[in-house]
């Protein structure tokens, strides 16, 4: 069996027969609607809300959230559409702005801000981009139960409406992306950021990834509406990156809709556990920040002592936003709890990510990296055993979990794929902590 990756550059793999068991991607839908004709419908037929052009009037000030660069939101398609309702409703374009959600990522530069909203909307609309640690743009709205301040941008305040622009898929800290995540961790401030993101780290991958209903959501759910956000649109992709489906309206009734069609459509049967899991990022391959989503996946689809082979380009290297993920590498969860509690890393949110890439490759499985963007002994340093093609990476795999027995799963589109368990769910997992409800 062979099979090739997103990546031009990277040479297929050649499989035995034997020792094949599945390659998982996501679906492709047959012949989607133009996107247009999906976003006018669902403005027309918003979920759980008012039609977007009665929540304003004249004068009014409207912020829309849009995620960055790092998803596949056809924001410069759907924003037209949307500016065209608020226009219906009485909001001229001058009192409109957007605002991106960047989350803990690097600032988008021109080139890619105009590739992601269109050369119109860069020229004609005021863009911001948000940045976690950018101390006053942020405004405290309320804590935790545990008194962790909940800071978001400050800009969410001085508008009317704030509309959330987003995409949703399989994520290892929100169960899916899009919704109120546009708010938590898109703009807010370190440490609600950091207090979401480690306490998802307290769960196994199966209790949160592909999950739309879990612990960390619902907290996040509350600290959005708390902040404002009362509109959002959607999209759900297929295969191919053509969307499929457009939600609108109530930012937790149109989330949980789009949730269950994404699932459809990235929720993919895998007939057992496989002993070895290639699993290319694509397209979560900005860095190792992003790229570490196909890792979390392969946590659904590896059994305990096998390996997994993360197939990346990673041209921005490891994390430039994140040193310490550099510096410190990938442990086992246990050791990285210790580290929190020793304050050796003080940033929960790179700490979460230590801890999600260490339960898989530290406590669960080994580690082999094909990726040309990061030197192999910085592979090494943070846990990986560097291969130079997908062809070395199966031999390494297979000195590690046996050849002659050895089942190999593949996952295309690792960062959005989500492995399913025979019941058309991931494994069952017990989770190690509850999540703290925000006090608002």
Known sequence: MQISFSYPDIPPLDIPDRNFLAALAPKEADAPQPIEKLL???????????PLE???????KVLLLVDDITRQTPAAVLLPGIFRRLERGGVARADVKILIAAGTHSHMTPAELERKLG???????????????????LERIGETADKTPVRVNRMLSESDLTIGVGQIVPHRVMGFTGGASIVQPGVSGPEITGHTHWLSALYPGNAIMGVAQNPIRQEVEQIAKRAGLRFIVNVVMDLKERTVHVVAGDPVLAHRQGAEIARSIYGVPQPAPADIVFAESYPADY????????VYAAELAVRRGGAVVLVTPCFHGVSSEHPEVEELGYHRVAQVERMVETQKVTDLVAAAHLAHVGRVIRDRALGIMVCRGIPPDVQRRIGFKPAQSPQEALELAFAHAGRKKAAVAVLLQGGHVLPLSGAGQPAAGTPAASALPANQ
């Not at 909307?121 to 948000?130: C, D, E, S």
């Open 119 to 137: 050369r119109e909307t860069v020229r004609n609309v005021p863009v911001v981009l948000h940045h976690w640690k950018e101390e006053d743009r």
């Open 40 to 50: 006018g419908d669902a403005l027309d037929n918003p979920i759980g809300s008012e």
């Open 287 to 294: 860095d190792l920040w992003q790229a570490a989503k196909g």
């Open 54 to 60: 009665k929540l304003v009037s004249s004068g009014a």
